[in-house]
């Protein structure tokens, strides 16, 4: 994920060798077939601005390895010539992805062209475990989901992992997942150790990065290439997608919204500082407003299930309760407060809310929605629409499956299909 193909004019300088040049324009072609599926080589030299014998060329290779395939024909108007039209392929190309959170390991396995191959959720205690233990888990698990794939066709490309916490995803270093208690865990080292003979790169990355990625790949604003995912629990992150590609920053840490400071008055927040934005519209806050009696920390009490308060605050709206309709009102304002400040910044075209947001989307939404276009500067001219996400638990390792095959996207060539023939660019 480290070389973004430029969007050069024809006959332009290029930016180094003929291999990596080649490389770069196969990977803009499919990149360009990711983003808009089914393409004529007419379609795809218009957008990528390479000339039509290039985009041939290097659609002759893309056959070869069986990452692309014909779809049959195209008719461009009614007196428009018919155009042979492609689609990304690759069913014998694998991507794992994989996510481990408090209580569970969630398995996403698919092709490169998104089929779904494997899809689980395992209960899984991270905590009880301990690292060594959940690590000998994922491994177990990776080991079954590749058999499976194997037995669709399929072989991984690579595996990726999703973590909330803190991830350098350069060294595959988890350096603190608080709710897992792990701290500086090279989670990709000892995973590749584990998996030994089946010798498949492993990837770590942020959960709310990941499920942005899927998102972008296959959610409510699918191909949407200016958008930023909320994750909606006790805590709130977030993924920001920018020109189709996750922004990370200098070491991987980019999207801690959480602890965007919006009221230096407010209430301690679990990182140490207060008034963070997540003191104002993470679950906790809802669930103080709404139901006081069930506030988090409350001595004595049970941890209930974070679901079921959620469900009995969805239920108490949909009853009309007061309380709990002033509280969803003053989170959504919240909401739409902080979407204003990641909305300055970044100017996305959608802002995805996920978590308890999404479930509680048709009572937060209109609240928030006013209070963004309100603030953000450049509206109504660029508009920016907070949408529910759709994808539910399985978003992050389905993000983790999408970075597989964008790596692949990076690197056509690094697939072993055919030999590539050397040819011009
Ligand atoms: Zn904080």
Excluded at 24 to 43: C, F, G, I, P
Excluded at 174 to 191: C, D, G, K, Y
Aim: contains cysteine; charged residues 20%; proline residues 7%.
């Amino acid at each position: 994920m480290s070389y973004k193909p430029p969007n050069r004019a024809p006959g332009s300088a290029p930016p180094a060798g003929p291999a990596a040049l080649r490389r770069a324009n196969l990977s803009l072609v499919l990149r360009e077939l990711r983003d808009h599926k089914v393409l004529s080589r007419a379609d795809i030299a218009e957008t990528t601005g390479l000339h039509r014998a290039t985009v041939s060329n290097l659609m002759a290779e893309l056959l070869e390895r069986r990452l692309v395939r014909e779809v049959g024909v195209r008719h461009a108007g009614a007196v428009g010539r018919p155009r042979r039209a492609v689609a990304l392929h690759g069913a014998h190309v694998g991507a794992l992805g994989m996510e481990i959170n408090v209580d569970y390991i969630a398995v996403h396995g698919t092709d490169l062209s998104g089929r779904i191959l494997v899809e689980r959720r395992i209960v899984h205690d991270a905590v009880g475990s301990g690292p060594d233990g959940s690590v000998r888990r994922l491994a177990a698990v990776a080991g079954q989901a590749v058999e499976a794939m194997r037995r669709a066709g399929a072989t991984p490309a690579g595996i990726a992992v999703a973590v909330p916490g803190l991830v350098d995803v350069t060294r595959g270093v988890v350096t603190l997942a608080p709710n897992l208690s792990w701290h500086e865990l090279p989670l990709a080292e000892r995973l590749t150790s584990v998996l030994g003979p089946l010798r498949l790169p492993v990837r770590v990355d942020n959960d709310a990065n990941l499920a942005a990625l899927a998102e972008y790949t296959s959610g409510v604003a699918a191909g949407t290439p200016y958008l930023v995912y909320l994750t909606g629990e006790v805590g709130v992150g977030g993924g920001i997608i920018l020109d189709g590609r996750l922004l990370r920053g200098a070491d991987g840490f980019s999207g801690e919204v959480g602890h965007l400071q919006v009221d230096p008055d407010g209430a301690q927040c679990g990182c140490g500082r207060a008034g963070c934005w997540e003191t104002k519209v993470g679950l906790a806050a809802l669930v103080r407003a709404a139901m006081p009696e069930q506030a988090y920390g409350l001595p004595g009490r049970p941890v209930p299930d974070p679901g079921e308060r959620v469900s009995d605050i969805a239920d108490g709206l949909a009853a009309g309760d007061p309380r709990m309709t002033a509280a969803v009102a003053q989170v959504g304002e919240w909401l739409g407060l902080g979407g204003s400040i990641l909305a300055n910044l970044f100017n996305p075209r959608v802002i995805v809310i996920g978590g308890y947001f999404a479930s509680l989307a048709r009572w937060l939404l209109p609240h928030a929605q006013d209070q963004l276009d309100r603030l953000v500067v450049a509206a109504p001219a660029a508009r920016c629409r907070l949408v529910a996400s759709t994808l539910g638990f399985g978003a992050a390792s389905r993000g983790a499956a999408s970075m597989v095959v964008s790596d692949v996207i990076d690197d056509p060539t690094a697939i072993i299909g055919t030999s590539p023939r050397p040819a011009p660019v």
